[in-house]
């Protein structure tokens, strides 16, 4: 019987230790009587205990004895721990561990290394331990934690700032949007992201906000633009826009943040100096640039209402009425006001008695006529203006009152009264010119020209007009308007203020140029897709007779047909 070594013994121990040194690993094996049969060289790189200890015949006891006196033993921070783990115990607890069949975990050995332990107990009752230095993917799981946290973090911030913020990739989509963003929207977050602007906004508003977009991604160089937004519930939005470019080379991103100027814009002076009590009033509308609309007045209505009310198309008609509201809530001045004027009413406020009184006398001596007295049931001097007001109805209303339920109130008192709209007219401007009495025209070969450079839009107009039986044709730009306006002599003409080779307001004051020599008129209705006052100071200053903002709906295009349409054309509709 031989008990010594086999010939290839140190042929294994040698291959064991280069392998074992080529892969970076430390390898403990021990028999199924727990004395050491091979430990790598490598094992003293993690733990620094006497070589002897580490010979074949050691037992596994005296080797993990020898591990807990050095201090440097997995789990433990010896410089700053101050819990002394009991020797025996910690002795004993390991050698369980050998004596699983698997046995795996990330530890801590020393005050900056961590380690993977293997362990492996095999049928035959070898035990193999195998430890890997894992400190610089331990230092990576924890740095991606921290920027994880980090970055969570900031969108907390982001989602926390009043202030609209987007961010675009180098392909301008979107790739990080806050809340206040999303909110101009009436969109969730995952329906912005990877999308791009011309999957929100109007084609020429797309395509400016990519060229300065692109020019930030080129050049680096701020952008700044003051733009007026309108949010989908109808309110105003008026910010000062900057976009900077941010990242690497080869990765650049666009940021833009929209800073909220809303209050500056509509902060005036009542006497001299500037007072937020003398009131709310636009005062220079030209620094902002028109920029989203996203605000739908008719799909706004509570449909249930109005059907309770009566038909929505017989109370179409109160569209241009004169409405004044009198409160002295500037929150509640703001919402209705908004909405009743997005609603294609003539609306306007005012905050106490005093200027009740002068209002009233104004509009008298200017021959004007109040339809409607929105009063505020928190009004001062309420209960006397409610005994002594004879001018017209007064509808209540209440800070807690939605604007889709008052629309239905004013609606509801219209039609009851058999009301018919007067004329708009710009705001209150008490200053209403007589319309002018125009020869009747000659025979029409279309009922209705719509001047539209968006396909998407011309269809929906195609579609709406066809519904309503009435003969059409489609003009792509505004010179292409005149030109068939000379041809076809239509009726009416809906004309897009916005369009390529000639806008609608040129086109219109051709058209209005060539009537003098003809002794005709047509109604030019504008079409535009912000409710800017200078938008519309531009509709009437090139000759338009009214306008009506996108996006366009069935009963808004009936009640333009039923109010400038010649009657033949009327009964073609109906």
Known sequence: ??????????????????????????????????????????????FPVPSEILMPGTRLRD?????????????????????RTNREEWIAEHMALHWRERYESIERAGRTRWVSMRKRRLSSGMGILSIIDVSDQKKRDEQLQTDLERVELTEQILDAQPNPICVKDRNLNYIAVNKAFCLIHDQPQDAILGRSAWDLVE?????????????????????????????????????????????????????????????????????????????????DYSIFAAAQNFYDPFRALNVQQLVEAGSMIETLPARGLRVLLATADRLLEERLVTRLR???????????????????????????????????????????????????PIVPVSA???????????????????????????????????????????ASQVDVLVAEDNQI????????????????????????????????????????????????????????????????????????????????????ASGMDDHIMKPVSPDMIEAVLRKFMPVKAIRTAG
């Open 63 to 83: 080797f993990l004895g020898a591990v807990y006196d050095t201090g440097v033993r997995p789990g433990t921070v010896p410089e700053s721990s101050r819990r």
């Open 342 to 392: 997005g609603s294609g009413l003539d609306a306007c406020a005012v905050r106490d008695a005093n200027e009740l009184d002068a209002f009233c006398l104004a509009v008298d001596e200017a021959g004007l006529k109040l339809d409607i007295l929105l009063l505020d049931t928190a009004f001062p001097e309420r209960q006397k203006i409610g005994s002594t007001w004879r001018d017209s």
């Open 457 to 540: 839009n011309q269809f929906v107009f195609t579609q709406i007009l066809e519904g309503l039986g009435v003969s059409h044709r489609i003009a792509a730009n505004g010179r292409e308007a005149v030109e068939l306006w000379h041809e076809l002599q239509p009726s009416l003409v809906l004309m897009d203020v916005s369009m390529p080779v000639m806008n609608g307001f040129d086109a219109t004051v051709a058209i209005r140029s060539a009537e003098k020599a003809r002794g005709q008129k047509t109604p030019i209705i504008g079409v535009t897709a912000q409710a800017l006052e200078i938008d519309l100071q531009q509709c009437k």
């Open 400 to 442: 807690e009152q939605d604007g889709a339920a008052v629309l239905t109130e004013v609606f509801r008192v219209c039609s009851e009264r058999g009301s018919v709209a007067a004329p708009l007219q710009s705001e209150w401007s008490l200053s209403f010119e007589a319309e002018e009495i125009a020869p009747p025209p000659p």
């Open 1 to 46: 019987m031989n008990d010594g070594a086999s010939n290839g013994a140190d042929i294994n121990r040698v291959i064991l230790e280069s392998s074992c040194d080529a892969l970076g690993i430390a390898m403990l094996v021990c028999s199924r009587d727990d004395t050491i049969l091979f430990a790598s060289r490598t094992m003293l790189q993690y």
């Open 203 to 283: 084609s020429e508003l797309a395509e400016r906000f990519e060229q300065s977009d692109r020019l930030v991604l080129e050049t680096g160089k701020p952008h700044s633009q003051a733009e007026h937004i309108v949010r989908a519930d109808g309110s105003d939005l008026w910010v000062l826009t900057r976009k900077y470019r941010v990242g690497m080379p080869g990765r650049h991103f666009v940021v833009s943040c929209m800073n909220d100027v809303t209050d500056i814009a509509v902060w005036y002076q009542n006497s001299g100096e500037p007072s937020l009590e003398g009131g709310l009033q636009i005062r």
